[in-house]
């Protein structure tokens, strides 16, 4: 069965500066999808960023970037230039590549806190 | 497109009763997925729905049974809550091509006394 590790229960940035947040996983599969999910106080499930395992090209959406390591199946989150917006829970989330196998494994999350 | 719903959005039980968690997608998925999210978890996966007609147990199905209803309709159901299913329950919806990632309803939380 795959696991996933969030290892920071909570990080703290200031305002506009660089956070990187942790996770890593296990599997024994080769075709498999990453994600980072961001969960604000609303408790609604927000997609932040994917990442295709079979991709060498780290994923990035405007603020959001990974730095995905395969052979150490490493899958970091960098947000920078933090916003007060950007306060939430985050979680890192494993999906099999298999056909009918889309079941989502997510990490214990890590709460990140911006100070103005 | 109203996404995932999910109804009730807050609900208070006492041990024993029972109650079902309704969620329905409008996007023409073909999978949906219960999970619990409890403090310090994570969500973890109750039962899903490949299709409509098939369901499996997840990771936490003890307590909970599921019904597909139809292709927009998965509901959760507990026969005789108890304290320990005290939780916030997400239902998801996927199409299932590929890059798809799952669409999350709004949650509903549940108090068990």
């Known amino acids: 069965a795959q696991t996933v590790t969030q290892s920071q229960p909570e990080m703290s940035v200031q305002e506009a500066e660089t956070v990187t947040l942790s996770c890593t996983y296990d599997?024994?599969?080769?075709?498999?999808?990453l994600f980072w999910y961001k969960q604000p106080p609303s408790r609604q499930m927000i997609l932040v960023i994917r990442?295709?395992?079979?991709?060498?090209q780290n994923a990035t959406e405007n603020r959001f970037s990974v730095n995905f390591q395969k052979a150490a199946k490493s899958f970091s989150l960098k947000i920078s230039d933090s916003q007060l917006g950007d306060a939430a829970m985050y979680f890192c989330?494993?999906?099999?590549?298999?056909?009918?196998?889309?079941?989502?494994?997510f990490g214990t999350g890590t709460r990140l806190t911006i100070i103005p | 497109n109203a996404g995932v719903t999910q109804t009730p959005k807050f609900q208070v039980l006492k041990t024993g009763q029972s109650m079902t968690l309704q969620c329905a997608q409008d996007?023409?998925?073909?999978?949906m997925y219960w999970y619990r999210q409890d403090p310090g978890m994570g969500l973890r996966l109750i039962y899903y729905?490949?299709?409509?007609?098939?369901?499996d147990k997840g990771e936490v199905p003890n307590g909970y049974n599921v019904s597909r209803l139809n292709k927009r309709e998965f509901s959760l159901r507990l026969e005789s809550a108890a304290p320990s299913q005290t939780s916030v329950y997400f239902c998801?919806?996927?199409?299932?091509?590929?890059?798809?990632?799952?669409?999350f309803g709004p949650g509903t939380r549940l108090l068990v006394l």
């Open positions: 989330a494993y999906r099999s590549g298999d056909f009918g196998n889309e079941k989502l494994t």
């Open positions: 599997t024994s599969e080769s075709d498999y999808y």
């Open positions: 990442q295709e395992a079979y991709k060498q």
């Open positions: 996007m023409n998925h073909n999978s």
């Open positions: 729905s490949a299709s409509e007609g098939t369901t």
């Open positions: 998801a919806s996927i199409r299932t091509s590929g890059k798809e990632t799952q669409y």
